[in-house]
Each structure stands twice: as structure tokens, then as C-alpha cells.
């Protein structure tokens, strides 16, 4: 039983195009959360969910849409692909994002390359 | 920002010896959390520091949080060649939901 699961696990796609990945948590966590992982590793949150809500949207250009239709869901739309969104986005869960000590649970994540 | 910094960026040991990777911030934090993330993998949550001075231990690993909550550290004692990932501190504050990334310690192990 995979806690964080994202599909797809790759996506290769032409610049220009839309395109979508989703991720699911059975964790029963009430946050959930898109990180942009670039070639150099660097980790940067992009959005938060709480319980459907959005809360947290860090500068993403609005190309960039997410969607959870229900807590346990988060999907990331994206239009009008561009070579620099390539990267690993990883779908990520908390439960009481800082308090109890558990951490975020990350999902395997999606290399996505635009070409 | 509100940024951590961690240093090394990069870590090459042979296996055995021990290694140290240490976050610093100029403000104060309210709590700092670590992640290890395998090559081609995903961060994988290890320990979460609350309080000041605060040391815990996971077998090889110990982690401390400082007197003045600015920094932190993950020494590995003793490397493995299973130690090999990056490392990153996280800072959170309170109870948001943003938990903001250091640039990660890339540790590779020589057998």
C-alpha cells in the first residue's frame, strides 16, 4: 500500500502542450503539498491544500493550476509547457504540517521534460 | 528570505568515516526537520528538533538542534555505503504548512 502515490512516474512532452499529474494519499493527512525539485536538487514548495482549501501559492506562474477535489487528492494541471518546467515534482502529506513530529510523507515523484 | 544554509553542498568520505552536515540560519527557528533523499528517489522524513539544545539519536545517526535555535546538524558515524543520499534540513514555522528546504549535503561514500 503506497502512502503517497503520483502518476505518471515520467512524462515526456512537447513545449507547448498541457498536461497533468495526480496524487493520491491514504494516509488520512489533512495537508497536502506540491514541491519543484530542478536539476541542482533544490526542493521549492509551490502550493498547499488544507482539507481542499488552498493555502499556500508560492509564486508559480499561473500556467500552473492544482486541483484537489477532495482531501485525500491533489492533482497539478499544467498549460503551455515550457522547456524550463522541467523537473521532478514530487506531491507530498502532513498531518498537522509541524506539530506530532511525523514529517511530510512524499510521493515517488514525476520527471516531467519538456523537449 | 527566510531561508536555511547547509554546508557542505558536497561530501565525498570513505566508508568508515564520519560524516557532518550542518544548517544555519540567521533568524531563529521555530523547529527544523531532516530528510534524506537516495538517488533517484524521494526525501524520506528522518527526525523532527523542537527544542533548544535538544540531541536525539537514530542508531549512527545524531542529530542536534542549538542552544539558540539557529542551527542544527546530522553527524553520521562510522559511514555506510547505505548512507549515500542527500541530506536536507527544513525549516518550518509554527504550525503553517510550508516547510522551506535548505540546498540538501550530497554525501557519496567510497566502499
Known amino acids: 500500500d503506497t502512502a503517497v502515490s503520483q502518476t505518471p512516474k515520467y512524462l515526456v512532452t512537447q513545449m507547448g502542450n498541457d498536461k497533468s499529474i495526480k496524487c493520491e494519499q491514504n494516509?488520512?493527512?489533512?495537508?497536502m503539498y506540491w514541491y519543484k525539485q530542478d536539476s541542482k536538487k533544490f526542493l521549492k514548495i509551490m502550493f498547499s491544500?488544507?482539507?481542499?482549501?488552498?493555502?499556500i501559492n508560492e509564486t508559480v506562474p499561473n500556467r500552473f493550476s492544482p486541483k484537489s477535489p477532495d482531501k485525500a487528492h491533489l492533482n497539478l494541471h499544467i498549460n503551455s509547457l515550457e522547456l524550463g518546467d522541467s523537473a521532478v515534482y514530487f506531491c507530498?502529506?502532513?498531518?498537522?504540517?509541524?506539530?506530532?513530529?511525523?514529517?511530510?510523507?512524499f510521493g515517488s515523484g514525476t520527471r516531467l521534460t519538456v523537449v | 528570505g527566510q531561508q536555511v544554509m547547509q554546508i557542505p553542498q558536497y561530501q565525498h568520505v570513505q566508508e568508515g568515516e564520519d560524516f557532518t552536515t550542518y544548517c544555519n540560519s540567521s533568524?531563529?527557528?521555530?523547529?527544523i526537520q531532516w530528510y534524506k533523499q537516495r538517488p533517484g528517489g524521494h526525501p524520506v522524513f528522518l527526525i523532527q528538533?523542537?527544542?533548544?539544545?535538544e540531541v536525539k539519536k537514530q542508531k549512527r545517526l545524531t542529530f542536534q538542534f542549538g542552544e539558540a535555535k539557529k542551527n542544527s546538524s546530522l553527524h553520521i558515524t562510522a559511514t555506510q555505503t547505505t548512507d549515500v543520499g542527500t541530506y536536507f534540513c527544513?525549516?518550518?514555522?509554527?504550525?503553517?504548512?510550508?516547510?522551506?528546504f535548505g540546498k540538501g549535503t550530497l554525501l557519496t561514500v567510497n566502499p
Open positions: 528538533l523542537v527544542k533548544s539544545g
Open positions: 527544513a525549516r518550518g514555522r509554527g504550525s503553517n504548512y510550508k516547510l522551506t
Open positions: 507530498a502529506s502532513s498531518q498537522e504540517a509541524l506539530q506530532g513530529g511525523n514529517g511530510y510523507t
Open positions: 491544500y488544507n482539507n481542499k482549501e488552498l493555502i
Open positions: 494516509l488520512g493527512h489533512d495537508t
Open positions: 533568524t531563529t527557528l521555530s523547529n
